[in-house]
Structure formats: C-alpha cells, structure tokens
C-alpha cells in the first residue's frame, strides 16, 4: 500500500509540474533516423518533453536502412516517411505531420528544366516525382551520402535531389541548394511504425505535433536551421574565395525611392539599400556608403565603369550591361509603364513605339534611356540627371512622356497628391525590369556577385520589397470615397437632380424637332460634324406639294401631314432620322439595307386622313439615295449629292441612286 501511495504522489507530483503522463505508455522510444535528420530529431525532442518519455536514435546510413530498421521491429518509429501502398503492407502510417523540405543540390546552381541527368535516393518517392514533373530527365539512383557525393563530384549528374538531412553536407562541400516545395508537388511525410504497433502512440504523438505551438515551432526551428546551415556555408565559402570578414567595400545607391533614400543624416533606406545592408551583414563585410543624395547617376555608373566603386545599386540587367559589369540575382522586379500629364493626349497611343513624333525625357545612361533607345532607335531624347529633373520637366510641359516603373509612379503620387502625372493606360507595361546589384568586370566583382547572389536567395526579399513597394489601397480609397459620396448626396441630391433634369430637357429642346419629335438639323451636323463613314447609308426625302397642301388644306392640316409621315419612318427605318426643313428629312443607316425595295416604296408614297372633309389626301415624296462608297465624305457634300438626287427624283417619279462612282 506504501508503494502505491508513493507512486501515487510521484504521478501527481508530475502532472502538478505540467508533465502529463498517459497512462500505458511505453517508458523509451527507439526512432530510427539518418545522420542529420534534424525533423525527426525535433519532433520526438519535443515528443520527449512533452510526454516525458525517454527517446533514442538509432542512427542509420540511408533511408532504405530506416525503414528496414523500422519493418523488422528493431525501431519503435520513423519520420519524414511518404505513404505508398507497398509500404502500407509493412507500416503503420500516422495521419501527415508536416511537409518534407527538400533540395536540388548541384555544383553550378542548375534548375530542374536545365538538366539532363538527376540522382535520386533509393525507395523515395523522388524518381516517381521527378519522371511526372520532368519526363526528360535522365535518374540514376544511390544509396546515401557519399554515392551521392561522388556522382556529384566525377560529373555523372547534374544533380542530385535530396531531403534537408543531406543539406549540411552538401553545403559544407560547397554545392549549392535549391529547394524544391514550390517546383514539384511533394506529398506531406508520416510518422511510421512496424505494422499492428504502437497506433494508440502514433495517434497521441499525431495529435501533439498536429497542435498550433507545435506547428508554429516546427516551421520556425526547420526556418532557422535552413538558414543557420546556409548562412554558416556562405561564409567559409567567402574565406576560401580569398575574402575577409568586415573587408570593406565601397558602395554607391542611386536616390531613386522605393530603391534608395536618404535622409538629413545621410542614411539610407529603401528596396536596394536594405537589400545591399542585410546582405553585407550576412557576409560579415563592411559595406561603405560613398555616394550622395544629390550624385548624379552618369557619375555613379561612371565610377562602376572605372572600376572606383565595388557596388553600384539598383542597376537594371540588360544584355549591354553585362558586357561592363557583373551582376547578382535580381532582388525585385517592377513594371515599366509610360507616365505623361493630366489629361494629355487621352486614348491616342498603343505602344511605345508610336511615340515618334513626342517629346520624351529620360536620365541620362540609366536602364530607360537604353531600353527607349533600343525601341525608338531614331528618337532623339531629352536627358537629365536625376529623377527629380526627369519628374519637374513633365509637370512643366518641356517633355511629355517618361517612362518608369509602377512602384515610382505610386510613390510619386501618393507624396505628391495633387502632383498632375498619371500612367498612359492606353499603352501597356512594355517591359519587366530586373533590379539587381552590379559589380564592376573584374576577378573580385565576379566572386562578389557570386556571393552576394547567395545571400540574397536567403533573405526575405518578398518582404523587403512590400514595406517600400506599397501598392494603392483601392478597396480602402475606395470605401472612404463612397462614405463621402454618400454624405454630400444627402446635401445635394436634390439639386444634382434637378440640374441634370434641366440640363437633359434643354438638350432634348436643342436637338429634337418639336412637332415631329425627330432629331433636328443641329443634331444632325453634331453627330457627323467629321463626316459619314464610307459604309453608311444617306436617303434624302422631301415631301411633294407640301406648300400646296398648306395653301389649300391649312397649316394645321400641313403639320398633322408632317407628323403622319415622321411615324411612318419610324416603323420602316431602323437607323438614324432627322428633320432638317418644313418637309425635308435625312435618314442614316450604318448598316446595310435589308429589303431595300420595300422601305423605299413604304417610305415614297402615303395616305392621310383628313377627319374633317372625311377624305383620303395621297401624299408622294420624293428620294435620293446615297449607298455605301469607297471613300469617306463631309456632311455637307453628302448632302448636295443626295439633295441633287433628290430633285431628280421629282422629275422621274422614282427613287434615284447617287452615282459613286462619280
């Protein structure tokens, strides 16, 4: 009774420190692991803690050997297991715990679609994977770390495709590591045990790693190794390269915000200015700014040039460039987009290469200058120093164009607010840029780009890039417009209202024929004052005899003629009509006549009613017609063509087609 007692205490005792006990639970795991497998250490580390539970790792010399350790019953566990229905037969297999980080080690830093022959591990799914994604490429299969290694080093592959256990000794020989999560689909991995055993322990160790904390140290821990192992790698490379730890080098940034700014204290900030500092710091250099905000940028790309700088940041690549600087791994890639004044010329171009005839405006020997020079290679630009000169000509009316990227733009106007500038929407983004860091054609600016190429891959550049490349809050502008609009509305709906109604009636009143409700002769030289299309259809119509039936009938009965008739082309005619005299009326169609013949006998010959003498008045009209032609003419001369057709038509009795020919 004692005894119990005591284990009774010491159990209580351990669940009042926060240590849970479960119940017949085994006292020590075996987990069967390969040599840096820092996954599986982590979560049965945290496993250990978190049940109190003794764990031991059985180290391994490859993968094949984990799960033979596993299958025969000598380990209690593995992780970072992909599930497959050949090993469903032999394993217990836990619901997925997390993803497998893995990588493309190789020599020159080749991708996947630039290689011919992979190695792959044995009994991984990576063969499978690879053939799906990359049909072309050749595997070759190896059983752990050192085959892989020396098909590496005699050349048989050009890589070989790993999980992150192999990542410390792969960088510690230098090669470099691409990981591939985002290339190819890699099913999430399991924690495995022999077939039959141990369920109700997979499912309480699932149930623990599947936790929020635990995710969220999992990510961070795996995070920071990548990066520790990375960082570690890059810098013995940088000693071996025949660098020093805080060598100095000099540095020049261009002020061009988002890229580069400075502030009163000569401090700099910005997309480049951090990227170039965080990469420094990674390699340990002592990195000099030595340029000033007011330096021009044909003087600092001059110094590049010379060899006096070792850093020159942004600089755009293009294939000139590289024939006088080497260059790292772009860090940012913006939109070019064609930037004029308010309301300058709205709708007129489509490209960049329309702008010919205008006056556009570039820095001098900077990455637009090239570029525009290459797409308008007879243009003559206006040059400047700086972006600030470039920006102050538009808005004063010397150039009418510049080009620069969207984050300038956005940058530029959410400053500047009532800056007059805006992007040309009419012409599309004609190019994507790639901002990177240059370094001079020499033996040491090579090496540099290399290393710094490295350390840039390791920085969170996604996130250096949005803290200064702030794309517009549509949605919020949006909102807060709309809560305003909807508070003036209240004020003024009635007044808004009643302007548009007047506004609408006196334009109906300008521009529509009173007793016919047709569209007047003002109307008509509004819609075609730059002339008819060559497709469109002109019939001119004048009512016979009219001044007669005003002089015998009244011009009571003369109106009630008039708008007899103006109902009559309404229901034949489907296009445009206009009254443009007492009996004259135009018709235009754009397009082309259907059942010419019959609109034009509805349309030449009419009967009215006169209620008052109980008699039928037969009313003929006479028509000129202008068809479709091959050439495009004023209003004016459509009109004394089709008039002149016209009057032949009260001489023969029929309608009478206008010669296009003529």
Request: negative net charge; contains cysteine.
């Amino acid at each position: 009774m004692k005894k119990i007692a005591a284990l009774l205490s010491a159990l209580l005792a351990l669940q009042l420190m926060g240590i849970k006990v479960v119940y017949g639970q085994k006292s020590q795991y075996i987990v069967a692991t390969e040599a840096d497998d820092v996954v599986t250490h982590f979560l049965f580390d945290m496993v250990s803690e978190e049940f109190s539970v003794e764990v031991v790792y059985k180290d391994m010399p490859d993968f094949e050997s984990v799960l033979g350790s596993v299958a025969r019953g000598e380990s209690d566990f593995a992780a970072n297991v992909t599930h497959t229905d050949d090993r469903d037969v032999l394993f217990e297999f836990s619901a997925p715990t997390n993803i497998e980080y893995t990588y493309l080690f190789s020599p020159s830093g080749v991708s996947l679609s630039e290689a011919e022959i992979i190695g792959v591990p044995k009994n991984t799914i990576y063969a499978d994977l690879i053939s799906h994604n990359f049909p072309n490429i050749k595997l070759i299969e190896y059983n752990g770390y050192e085959e892989a290694k020396n098909l590496l080093l005699s050349g048989e592959v050009n890589g070989v495709v790993d999980a992150i256990n192999q990542l410390k000794a792969m960088l510690t020989i230098g090669l470099d590591a691409q990981l591939l999560n985002d290339q190819i689909s890699i099913k999430p991995v399991s924690i495995i045990s022999p077939k039959g055993q141990n369920k109700d322990e997979i499912q309480r160790i699932v149930d623990f790693v599947h936790s929020e904390s635990m995710q969220k140290k999992l990510r961070s821990h795996i995070s920071q190794y990548q990066f520790d192992i990375r960082r570690d790698a890059l810098r013995r490379d940088m000693l071996v390269l025949g660098l020093r730890s805080h060598q100095t080098f000099r540095v020049k940034l261009e002020n061009a915000y988002p890229y580069v700014e400075y502030n009163d204290k000569g401090l700099v900030r910005g997309i480049s200015a951090d990227t170039v500092k965080q990469a420094c710091h990674l390699l340990t250099f002592t990195c000099e700014i030595v340029s000033t905000h007011d330096e021009s940028w044909e003087s600092m790309y001059g110094d590049l040039i010379d060899k006096k700088i070792d850093i020159l940041a942004p600089l755009t690549i293009s294939e000139q460039r590289k024939n006088i600087a080497y260059f790292s791994v772009p860090h940012y890639f913006p939109e070019a987009i064609i930037v004029k004044r308010l309301g300058f010329k709205p709708d007129v171009y489509r490209h960049v290469s329309e702008l010919i005839t205008e006056r556009i405006g570039v820095v001098r020997d900077d990455f637009f200058d090239e570029l525009l020079s290459q797409l308008l290679p007879q243009k003559t630009f206006i040059r400047y120093s700086s972006q600030e000169e470039l920006v102050n000509a538009l808005v004063n009316d010397e150039i009418d164009y510049i080009a620069v990227d969207k984050a300038t733009l956005n940058i530029l106007l959410k400053e500047q607010e009532l800056l007059p500038i805006t992007q040309d929407y009419s012409i599309e983004s004609f190019h994507s840029s790639e901002i990177a860091l240059g370094f001079p054609k020499t033996t040491q600016g090579e090496v540099l780009a290399a290393l710094f190429s490295r350390a840039i891959r390791m920085l969170d550049t996604a996130s250096i890039n949005s803290t200064y490349d702030k794309q517009p809050d549509w949605r919020n502008t949006l909102e807060r417009e709309q809560d305003l609009a909807n508070k003036t509305k209240r004020l003024f709906m009635v007044a808004i209202a009643f302007v548009l109604l007047v506004a609408y009636l006196l334009y109906r009143q300008a521009n529509t024929d009173s007793l016919t409700k047709l569209e007047n002769r003002r109307a008509l030289n509004l819609k075609y004052s730059r002339g008819i299309k060559p497709w469109q259809t002109v019939i001119y119509l004048d009512i016979n005899d009219f001044k007669q039936i005003n002089d015998q009938f009244g011009h009571d009965v003369g109106d009630r003629v008039i708008q007899t008739y103006a109902s009559i082309i309404r229901r034949n005619w489907k296009g445009n009509w206009y009254r443009i005299g007492g009996d004259e009326f135009i018709l235009i169609c754009s397009k082309p006549l259907q059942d010419k013949i019959k609109i034009l006998k509805n349309l030449k010959l009419f009967s009215f009613y006169m209620a008052e003498r109980d008699r039928d008045l037969s009313v003929s009209v006479s028509i000129g017609v202008f068809e479709p032609r091959q050439k495009e003419y004023t209003l004016r001369e459509i009109l004394i063509r089709a008039d002149e057709a016209m009057y032949q038509s009260k001489r023969k009795g029929e309608p009478t087609f206008v010669d296009t020919d003529s």
